[in-house]
T-cell receptor
């Protein structure tokens, strides 16, 4: 257990529905990252927060994706109008320096 | 574009033997590297890291070697155990990029034969 938690661990949804995932980082970590991982691939960067400010977004993050970290603590990632191509593991990581600590991920399946 | 890749997608080793997992990177600006272990259904777990001003770093049963000349990274696991079976990823970071995001390769699956 790294100290980073994610909820839910699994989510099955129908195409077109909205989903929201939550990440609780290690409490003293000011930087929080979201990554997406598809089967057989390494994680790919989606977006990054320093405290409550979202400072960078990958081109992978389409307009249907939005992320927030309202108080600089937990973060949410919402996907609107889900598509089958959104099926993946969504990973959250936090850091105070160099090493990024990952949560267990949320496995999304879009049917 | 620049990326991190792995030479071998799968590796099978006998329990007790040493394992070597290799990784090539192409971003010459990368200055920090991490090896992660990922078991099925879990998030990546930190194993060991190395900064670009070093060429070797040792942990418990693991050693990371960095060769900047040929942009090569390796992870050595001594006395491999069944619990070491997992997918291993190397990741790089370019501190000049601002976000300190990690760029991962595809991974190598390590299978330990009892």
């Amino acid at each position: 257990d790294t100290g980073v938690s994610q909820d839910p661990r699994h989510k099955i949804t129908k195409r077109g529905q909205n989903v929201t995932f939550r990440c609780d980082p290690i409490s003293e970590h000011n930087r929080l990252y979201w990554y997406r991982q598809t089967l057989g691939q390494g994680p790919e960067f989606l977006t990054y927060f320093q405290n409550e400010a979202q400072l960078e977004k990958s081109r992978l993050l389409s307009d249907r994706f939005s992320a927030e970290r309202p108080k600089g603590s937990f973060s949410t990632l919402e996907i609107q109008r889900t598509e089958q191509g959104d099926s993946a593991m969504y990973l959250c990581a936090s850091t105070q320096g160099y090493e990024q600590y990952f949560g267990p991920g949320t496995r999304l399946t879009v049917t | 574009g620049e990326s991190v890749g792995l030479h071998l997608p799968t590796l099978s080793v006998q329990e007790g033997d040493n394992s070597i997992i290799n990784c090539a990177y192409s971003n010459s600006a990368s200055d920090y590297f991490i090896w992660y272990k990922q078991e099925s259904g879990k998030g990546p777990q930190f194993i060991i890291d190395i900064r670009s001003n070093m060429d070797k770093r040792q942990g418990q049963r693991v050693t990371v070697l960095l060769n900047k000349t040929v942009k090569h990274l390796s992870l050595q696991i001594a006395a491999t155990q069944p619990g070491d079976s997992a997918v291993y990823f190397c990741a790089e970071r370019d501190s000049g990029a601002g976000s300190y995001q990690l760029t991962f390769g595809k991974g190598t699956k390590l299978s330990v034969i009892p």
